[in-house]
């Protein structure tokens, strides 16, 4: 059972307490205790200062700071946050430690409101970014044209590498707003190409992209199955064809997380973090080389989150938090191998396993006839030059054994 509310989080805009609600003042009159960066102290400085009130600065960790206010449990305490703290912001943060019963989020102004709003955007058509303290490499991800991004960034430092992210993605061209201070006196807007846009910039920013494309830009849709080159590969890559195939029957959802059991080039794991937002994937593959191309892949492609290990299965699977889908690409007749998976996928689970060998495809057969799921073979042949005409190349069949975990 849950307290009752102890714990107010408000949402401060560039106005400061000037721009609260008589409820949010309340709450900061009756707290024994603020919480608070260094910017959130000096926008209450003087309405706090008045009253004998100081802010506590969050500590390093910032871990150690949700233990503080959980000390104070079932007393009035504040948090002072930016904006809207449920929008890429504290509160989400909170809320995962202290049951939401005891906590009264009084948001303020978000920045990315006021940013869409400055711009005539409409918010829901928007793709919305945090890069901050989050790799530039995230924004690779949504990069498609006539897309519209904006951008939480760890500061104005970024801005040159967000810049030249775009003119290596060829998209130089795109329309560049760099919204400094909104909602206060020092709002400024700063706007040029990526390939022309210079500095420097206010750290406290929200950042504007409006994708434009030139003629040779490669498209790299979210929708599974891109281009075999656009991987670096040694040759051990589940083909484009495959791959979609795969991914339809492995069902990338928000959130879900992925095993890609021998991972090779990655694009299987990679495809499927792209597809869903917040996906997750561990990828095992004991090859030093295609890990660090399977990494180098991760950033190219906008997710540079994916979780390589340095691991063959079984014994690297141990102890890792259960999947909702796993891949087998390769390995699927390593001893033991089906039934560990099996055994470790989520009721509800999809697992799906290619073979491209005899030896492997005796091995679907025989899970198939034990387990039960579905059986496909898969064929595809690919145009290409014969002498001075064109005919048909075929790759290597791919027997697929999938199922659904009941």
């Not at 083909?239 to 492995?250: C, F, H």
């Not at 906008?302 to 999947?323: C, I, K, N, W, Y």
Request: aromatic fraction near 4%; charged fraction near 20%.
């Amino acid at each position: 059972m849950s307290l009752a509310p102890w714990l107010t989080v408000i949402g401060l805009g560039e106005d400061g307490v000037e721009g609260l609600a008589p409820l949010a003042r309340q709450a900061l009159c009756e707290a024994t205790c603020v919480f608070g960066g260094a910017r959130h102290a000096e926008l209450a400085a003087s309405f706090l200062g008045a009253r004998g009130i100081s802010v506590t600065p969050w500590p390093s960790p910032f871990s150690h700071g949700v233990d503080l206010l959980l000390e104070r449990r079932g007393t009035p305490v504040v948090v002072l946050a930016s904006g809207d703290p449920m929008w890429f912001g504290i509160g989400a943060t909170l809320v995962r430690r202290i049951d939401p019963g005891e906590i009264v989020v009084l948001p303020g102004r978000s920045s990315l409101s006021l940013a869409a709003a400055r711009l005539g955007w409409p918010l829901a058509e928007v793709e919305i970014l945090s890069l901050h303290g989050r790799p530039l490499d995230s924004l690779r991800a949504v990069l498609t044209p006539g897309a519209r991004i904006l951008c939480l960034t760890s500061g104005g430092s970024a801005l040159p590498g967000i810049a030249d992210l775009l003119v290596d993605e060829g998209y130089g061209e795109s329309r560049l707003v760099v919204l400094e201070h909104l909602g206060g006196p020092q709002e400024r807007v700063i706007e040029a190409s990526a390939e022309r846009f210079e500095g420097p910039v206010a750290d406290l920013n929200v950042t504007a992209i409006e994708l434009r494309a030139v003629r040779h830009t490669p498209l790299r849709a979210r929708v599974p199955g891109l281009p075999d080159d656009a991987f670096r590969h040694d040759g051990k890559l589940t083909k484009r064809e495959i791959r979609a195939a795969s991914l339809a029957k492995l069902m990338p959802v928000p959130g879900a997380l992925l095993w890609d059991v021998g991972a090779g080039s990655g694009a299987v794991a990679i495809e499927w973090m792209r597809a869903a937002r917040g996906a997750r994937a561990i990828a095992l593959e004991p090859n030093d080389e295609r890990r660090a191309v399977a990494r180098a892949n991760a950033a190219a492609l906008g997710v540079p989150g994916l979780d390589l290990r340095d691991a063959t299965a079984p014994e690297g699977l141990a102890g890792l938090e259960a999947p909702d889908a796993i891949f087998l690409g390769g390995g699927a007749s390593a001893p033991g191998i089906i039934e560990t998976v099996l055994a470790a996928l989520r009721p509800g689970g999809r697992l799906v396993a290619n073979a491209v060998t005899l030896e492997s495809e005796a091995v679907l057969l025989s899970a198939h006839a034990r387990f039960g799921g579905e059986l496909c073979r898969i064929a595809v042949s690919r145009a290409a030059p014969v002498g001075g005409m064109t005919g048909w190349r075929p790759l290597m069949p791919v027997t697929q054994w999938s199922l659904v975990k009941p």
